[in-house]
């Protein structure tokens, strides 16, 4: 079967191609198909006729050279150096000689590309290698290494998953798509374990599989994996909206399960999920309560990991197209296009997503060619979730920080490491480098450290401002003067015991566990000090129960229980979420460039969810849908 398909292929695209092109080979590798080519000149030439078989064929298809008209390494690396200007900062160099491609680390990639490409095309002409550029992390990052080598040394490994999920996404539709359906298996009238099974009488792809990292069991943590109508050898893709661990925590353990198939996802949050994954495997095992998978599922789910960029289509399954959007929510967020069956019905599944800029990211996009389902997320969803401007929310934690810091105090802001601290960041970095506020140490906890680091190697994926800002202005915000790297328990010490006032971040948000809690055992029984919540506290956490104003807080150590008063100031300032408040939900819906048929709520609690899905019925005349995890939903 696989064989005749692939055939088929290679006929066609040999037919069309001129004969001076001298197809060695044509395999999948994915999604895509790849030509192989003895004559690599004619790459560069014929770059039209190869776009215009890839779109008559409706395939993404990649020319690359064959492997023996490839120049020696050693006489590659110099050519490279010849060609690519020295302003690039290249810092590494290596090839991957599965995929023929040769791997360019650089400070500026831009200058290794060319305008319009023009300089990796000459790279190729010159020496049939196909030239894969990375950015070089301007501050250093551990978790961006790890994925890179764990890439490099499964690469052959890596080619035959691509090879057999190729043919697996070729193989033709044996049905006709003329009915889809939405089980819903987590996150929905709840916050946590996002997870659902979109499936068709061709596919199965699940979206997202979180994990709710404040749910006191292993029943209330995890999405039901154990609905009869999923099954992981049928499970065609994965598809993460981004790394947030309550839509991507529990990917590993499909792994751990076998399964072997991709998952798909933006290349940030490959990365952070991949940080977030690690350190979520660490904190459970420093406290004793392990997850049901480990280290070595993480590698696994790396090894299947399949990025795609913003607005790239792509065939996930024989009937399914998958194409990402920004969703302005954190670095690499998406909202998934799903184009089922030949334009038989179109889903956008929204994940979190932020209708507004933000310092850090542009807003959620609205514009999709057709959309006749919408799945979308509904945490600030009831009619009081009307938060202040970011603007004045920034005003009001600015005052917070102005009246600790007079006092002497000490202020902790418990966050998620990926998203609101680099926005904090950015906001406290403005107005201490204009002099707002007086210039006190900002102590970035580890992870947020690392989760800052995987920012600044993506800034293509970050607003046009602070993009600006690092290409032209050549100054890296994150990386300035104020900021200092937390990495050990010592500096954490010196860090509590300094007589001084200062800013510390770190994680958890929402005080569930991690170096959050560490501080604010240490910080809580002393007036002067002021704990900020910038986030979404869920029900049960810790963060949850000082926001409704415990001060008396037992938490068990050691097997004994220690109970903690609260005397420092507890203050909440919301307007810095990067989840859309609900005059950005209904205005979303309002804007939307296409008027959707029915419109499923998720991602909130029950009275946010229903009050939405409610109000748009109302406001729009659009049906509307509130499941609850098991229901399933019949969208086509
Ligand atoms: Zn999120
Ligand atoms: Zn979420």
């Not at 009915?179 to 929905?188: L, Q, V």
């Not at 009831?382 to 202040?388: F, I, L």
């Not at 690092?470 to 010490?493: C, D, L, W, Y």
Request: glycine share 6%.
């Amino acid at each position: 079967m696989t064989r005749t398909i692939l055939e088929q292929i290679k006929k066609t695209i040999i037919n069309r191609l001129p004969e001076e092109v001298q197809v060695a080979n044509v395999e999948f590798e994915g999604p895509e198909v790849v030509i192989y080519t003895k004559n690599p000149a004619v790459i560069t030439n014929n770059g039209d006729l190869v776009r215009k078989i890839a779109k008559d064929m409706r395939k993404r298809i990649i020319i690359r050279s064959d492997k023996s008209v490839l120049l020696d390494q050693d006489k590659t690396i110099q050519k490279i150096h010849e060609i690519v200007p020295e302003d690039a900062g290249i810092t590494n160099i290596e090839f991957d000689e599965v995929t023929c491609e040769v791997i360019i680390e650089s400070h500026k990639p831009g200058l290794v590309i060319g305008k319009f490409g023009v300089t990796s095309r000459e790279i190729t002409k010159n020496t049939g290698w196909a030239p894969k550029i990375l950015r070089t992390p301007p501050i250093k990052s551990g978790i961006i290494e790890t994925i890179r080598n764990v890439n490099k040394n499964s690469n052959k490994e890596r080619k035959e998953i691509l090879q057999t999920l190729g043919a697996r996404i070729h193989q033709g539709t044996k049905h006709d798509s003329d009915w889809a359906r939405i089980t819903s298996m987590g996150g929905f009238k709840e916050v946590g374990r996002s997870c659902m099974l979109l499936q068709t009488p061709n596919s199965r792809v699940m979206l997202d599989c979180g994990v709710n990292v404040a749910g006191s069991d292993n029943k209330s943590s995890f999405p039901y994996l154990n609905v009869p109508e999923f099954n992981l050898e049928d499970l065609d893709a994965v598809v993460i909206s981004h790394a947030h661990l309550d839509h991507c925590g529990f990917v590993p353990f499909l792994y751990h399960y076998g399964y072997e198939g991709p998952i798909y996802c933006t290349t940030p949050t490959r990365d952070l999920m991949t940080l977030l994954h690690l350190d979520h495997i660490d904190i459970a095992h420093r406290e004793d309560n392990p997850l049901p998978f480990t280290v070595k599922h993480v590698q696994k789910s790396l090894k299947h990991t399949i990025t795609l960029d913003y607005e790239e289509v792509t065939d996930i399954s024989p009937d399914i197209k998958l194409t990402f959007h920004n969703a302005g929510h954190i670095i690499g967020s998406a909202m998934s296009h799903m184009h089922i069956g030949d334009g038989d019905h179109n889903l956008v599944y929204t994940g979190d997503f932020k209708y507004e800029r933000s310092r850090l990211l542009e807003p959620a996009t609205s514009r999709f060619p057709r959309a006749e389902t919408i799945i979308m997320e509904s945490t600030y969803g009831g009619k009081e979730d009307v938060q202040p401007s970011r603007n004045s929310a920034e005003k009001e934690l600015m005052k917070t920080i102005y009246k600790t810091v007079k006092r002497g105090g000490k202020v902790l802001l418990p966050v998620f490491a990926v998203g609101r601290a680099q926005e904090l960041m950015i906001v406290l970095e403005e107005y201490m480098t204009q002099g707002l506020i007086e210039e006190v140490p900002i102590y970035i906890d580890g992870m947020i450290w690392e989760a800052t680091a995987i920012h600044t190697a993506r800034p293509e994926y970050l607003s046009k401002d602070l993009r600006d800002q690092i290409f032209h202005a050549g100054r890296n915000p994150f990386m300035s003067e104020p900021f200092n790297k937390v990495t050990n328990t010592n500096q954490r010490e010196d860090i509590i015991n300094s007589k001084g006032p200062c800013i510390i971040l770190s994680t958890s948000g929402m005080l569930t566990g991690g170096n959050s809690l560490e501080y604010f055992k240490k910080l809580s029984d002393n007036n002067k000090n002021t704990l900020v919540f910038v986030g979404y506290q869920s029900e049960g956490s810790l963060g949850k129960r000082i926001q409704k104003g415990w001060k008396k807080i037992p938490l068990k150590e050691d097997g004994k229980t220690i109970v903690y008063y609260v005397k420092m100031e507890i203050k909440t300032i919301s307007g810095f979420s990067g989840h859309s408040n609900r005059r950005q939900l209904m205005d979303y819906v309002r804007r939307l460039s296409v008027k959707p048929e029915r419109i499923i709520t998720c991602h909130g609690d029950p009275y946010k969810s229903v009050d939405l899905a409610t109000s748009i019925h109302r406001s729009f005349k659009i049906e509307t849908k509130t499941p609850l995890n098991l229901d399933a939903t019949r969208i086509l």
